[in-house]
């Protein structure tokens, strides 16, 4: 019998493409702050 759990939800996230990650890179190294870059990329933390 296949128990199911309620409290589980479909995770809602997507991946991060090469040129996102390319330019968190380069954002980091110019000194911005984590919540700065995910504004600037347009993803959630």
């Not at 991946?15 to 000194?31: M, P, Q, V, W």
Request: without cysteine; aromatic residues 6%; positive net charge.
């Amino acid at each position: 019998m296949a128990e199911t759990n309620p409290i589980t939800t479909k995770r809602t996230f997507t991946h991060l493409t090469a040129f996102d990650r390319g330019k968190i890179s380069a954002l980091k190294k110019e000194g911005w702050t984590l919540q700065a870059i995910t504004d600037e990329i347009g993803k959630e933390r």
